[in-house]
């Protein structure tokens, strides 16, 4: 087996601002990917719910918002999917190529006019793309660093900004094609996006990444295939079956549906914790840190909650509730959704020389947490202040979602980057990949739970709906800030 050493040894480590070469390629694989994601969900919501005479597909606004965080969910949750074949079938490298692939093939089948079906088929393309992806090329930045290197958090705060610069450009691009012109137009260039992410990934793989990436750490051995894959392709056909007897029944409608995912999405990170703590791969010192990380993510599901509200809430907000003809700008409601990576584009070097300069003295990785939370917490409760101040008849103007959008952003940077790190120095060796995965499911765990939320939220109920989330997120905050020493304990000398 190849040791973390061999592949650090492999690597130009000097080439990309100070980190290794390795960090180019990731950085615009991604950057990539998520125009295309951005691109593609930024206009998503809109094309569900107008009119069919607008371009859209007439589907009932609260339906399409169930929807948008249902496809949020299964979008992160297929991370597990991606991360076991990962870890026992291809390695992480050749999973993002073939899971680039099925994104692509998504978009493309958006990119042309359809009904509900296809829009269904689409989505799960890119669920399945997606799956394969992102969680494994986190995991390969993770293996351009020694454990103990300093450059790490910094690292991964330069591949956070990659994502956001795609995630800035996408939603005034595609938004801008997909609302004044058409919708399909928007989709087609979300997969010439993923088209060029592969492209770069190919062409750039053998001299950057060396060995990140190639291997397999926890092979399927010949005798666990056959037991393996015929347990697939069992639970393959319980499925269609399952499918084929339901829907045409009409027993598993798009909100039995969403509950059905909204359960999974608790079960399936409960799941993975009970596994991988009762491991006996797992050594004594990974089942402490194993532990260290149920608060984390506890956390991270909660912050996440309000981020991904973003593109449902605030972009529905952003198209029922705000002046959109405003300092004589013209803007499209799909344009707000490039506030969050602007800020990040801007923010994330500041964070990344902060933690940097701070050295040793920077707050704990749970500290960071628990700020992330409160800051998430006030991008919500200063949403009630016009609505408070103005009622909830008149447009507002957009000012109130930029601030919203900044405070949730400096939460987002206080965790997200940090989280990426900390689960690939919190994760059991043999679960490298697949920690990654749990990691994403985070983000799958908040979207279900949106999916239900989602469902309460209307201009009558706008200042309870904003209010209870924010306070219930500034409230967890302040609890894990003061159980941050007991947490660092468990995590056992990781940063």
């Not at 206080?414 to 900390?422: M, N, Q, R, T």
């Not at 799958?444 to 706008?462: H, S």
Request: glycine fraction near 10%.
């Amino acid at each position: 087996m190849i040791t973390k050493e061999q592949i650090v040894q492999s690597l130009p480590q000097k080439g990309f601002f100070g980190h290794p070469k390795g960090l180019f390629t990731l950085f615009f694989t991604e950057f990539w990917e998520r125009f295309s994601y951005y691109g593609m969900r930024a206009i998503l919501l809109y094309y569900m719910y107008y009119e069919v005479s607008k371009g859209g597909l007439g589907i009932d606004e609260a339906t399409a918002a169930s929807i948008m965080a249902i496809y949020g969910s299964l979008v992160y949750m297929s991370g597990t999917i991606g991360g076991w074949i990962a870890d026992r079938l291809l390695g992480t490298s050749k999973t993002v190529f073939y899971g680039g692939i099925l994104i692509m093939l998504g978009h493309i089948v958006l990119s042309f006019p359809g009904n509900i079906e296809a829009l269904f088929i689409s989505m799960t393309l890119i669920v399945l793309g997606t799956g394969l992806l992102k969680p494994n090329v986190s995991s390969v930045v993770g293996d351009l660093y020694a454990d103990n290197d300093a450059r790490r958090d910094s690292g991964f705060s330069i591949f956070y900004m990659g994502i956001n610069l795609g995630g800035f450009l996408a939603p005034i691009i595609v938004g801008t094609l997909g609302q004044g012109y058409n919708f399909h137009l928007g989709f087609a260039l979300a997969a010439i996006g993923m088209f060029f992410g592969l492209l770069t990934f190919v062409l750039t793989k053998k001299k950057n990444l060396g060995l990140a990436g190639t291997q397999v750490p926890n092979p399927l051995q010949p005798e666990e295939r056959k037991k393996v894959f015929t347990i697939f392709g069992i639970g393959a056909l319980v499925i269609i079956a399952f499918l084929a007897v339901t829907i045409p029944a009409g027993l598993l409608t798009i909100n039995s549906f969403t509950m059905i995912v909204s359960i999974l999405g608790i079960v399936i990170p409960a799941c993975y914790f009970i596994f991988m703590y009762r491991s006996p791969k797992t050594t004594e010192v990974e089942r402490s840190r194993v532990i260290a990380y149920i608060p984390l993510f506890i956390a991270a599901v909660v912050f996440w909650a309000i981020q991904e509200q973003g593109a449902i809430i605030l972009a529905t907000y952003a198209d029922k509730r705000t002046q959109l003809s405003y300092a004589g700008l013209e803007l499209h409601s799909s344009w707000f959704q490039s506030l969050n990576p602007l800020f990040i584009i801007f923010l994330a070097p500041v964070f990344a020389w902060f933690w940097v300069k701070l050295g040793k003295r920077q707050p704990s990785t749970p500290s960071k947490f628990a700020f992330g939370l409160i800051f998430g917490g006030l991008s919500f409760l200063v949403m009630i202040i016009p609505a408070y101040v103005n009622g909830t008849e008149s447009l507002v103007s957009p000012l109130w979602l930029v601030l919203s959008f900044f405070l949730v952003v400096i939460g987002e940077l206080c965790l997200s980057p940090v989280g990426l790190s900390a689960t690939t120095k919190l994760a059991p060796a043999a679960f490298s990949a697949q920690t990654m995965s749990l990691w994403f499911l985070t983000s799958a765990a908040a979207q279900a739970i949106n999916a239900q939320l989602v469902k309460y939220y209307t201009v009558e109920t706008e200042i309870v709906y904003f209010g209870i989330i924010g306070m219930v997120s500034i409230i967890l905050g302040l609890i894990l800030f003061f159980m941050a020493p007991m947490i660092k304990r468990l995590m056992k000398d990781v940063l």
